[in-house]
């Protein structure tokens, strides 16, 4: 056995066991849903982490790459991507990076650009007039995009397909 394939097989058991200690944790705060209940849970259970806020993070990670290869994304660059303050890019970088063999250092990078063009997108969709959307039409939205949301996870995207189906729709008099 090579030392790379050795320390390969360390690092993957070690992806796999914070992902499955945010498994267990989500499951947890599933059954105790107050923050008192959830804590003294953990506290008595002997789950005492680091920190709440490293609970936080594993539960972050299970949220995001639950169900989703960790491929060869660095640990620290899978907490990243899985941090609520990129859940906005999240998908999109993720899907840049998985089995590429990034750096962390490049990760962090992309998620900056992807947070970057997302703010320019949204300051030129806001400028964008939208003709023939009235307030009466936002309802109309809102139910498109809770119909569209499991299968898009671009809020940009999103947004698009349900402002076209609503320009698209007949008009009621």
Not at 64 to 86: C, H, Q, V, W
Not at 91 to 120: C, G
């Amino acid at each position: 056995m090579e030392d790379a394939e050795l320390a390969n097989w360390y690092l993957q058991i070690d992806n796999q066991s914070q992902l499955f200690k945010g498994v267990i944790l989500l499951e947890g705060r599933r059954r105790y849903p107050s923050h008192k209940e959830f804590g003294e849970w953990v506290h008595n259970q002997g789950l005492d982490i680091d920190s709440s806020s490293s609970r936080t993070s594993f539960m972050q990670l299970a949220k995001f790459f639950g169900n989703r290869s960790m491929g060869d994304i660095p640990l620290t660059a899978a907490y990243e991507i899985a941090a609520p303050k990129n859940q906005e890019v999240a998908e999109i970088v993720y899907n840049q990076v998985v089995n590429k063999n990034y750096s962390v250092e490049a990760i962090k990078d992309l998620i900056e650009k992807a947070k970057k063009s997302l703010a320019k997108e949204i300051k030129v969709l806001s400028k964008t007039k939208v003709s023939n959307i009235n307030p009466e039409d936002v309802e109309l939205i809102l139910s498109y995009a809770r119909e569209l949301s499991p299968l898009k996870t671009d809020i940009l995207e999103l947004l698009r397909l349900c402002i076209k189906k609503v320009k698209s729709s007949p008009k009621e008099d």
